[in-house]
């Protein structure tokens, strides 16, 4: 194929013929519709909420292990250490 080929050369003939002129194909516009149900099963109970695992302070923050005033920290045992107090 030409390096200047155009997008269309990549699409299959039958896939317009169809599409029957309006743009859109038989299987759209069903998705947007089941996904406007609400599923009763769905639950929000099970998830658990996203912690926080890295800290980045620019001017620098103490570790909780060594105090040493560093700019990242790691999540230990539920307190920010620094990179030489983390057991990695």
């Known amino acids: 194929m030409a390096e200047d080929?155009?997008?269309d050369d990549f699409l299959d003939s039958s896939e317009?013929?169809?599409?029957?002129g309006d743009g859109?194909?038989?299987?759209?516009?069903?998705?947007e519709t089941e996904s406007e149900a609400p599923d009763?099963?769905?639950s929000t109970d099970a998830v658990e909420p996203a912690v926080t695992t890295y800290?980045?302070?620019p001017e620098?923050?103490?570790?909780?292990?060594c105090g040493e005033v560093?700019?990242?920290r790691w999540?230990?045992?539920g307190v920010l250490v620094c990179g030489a107090c983390k057991s990695w």
């Open 5 to 7: 080929a155009s997008l």
């Open 16 to 20: 317009s013929e169809d599409e029957g």
């Open 24 to 31: 859109m194909s038989a299987g759209d516009g069903t998705a």
């Open 40 to 42: 009763a099963d769905a």
């Open 55 to 57: 800290a980045w302070s």
């Open 60 to 65: 620098g923050a103490a570790c909780a292990e």
């Open 70 to 72: 560093v700019e990242r």
């Open 75 to 77: 999540t230990q045992d």
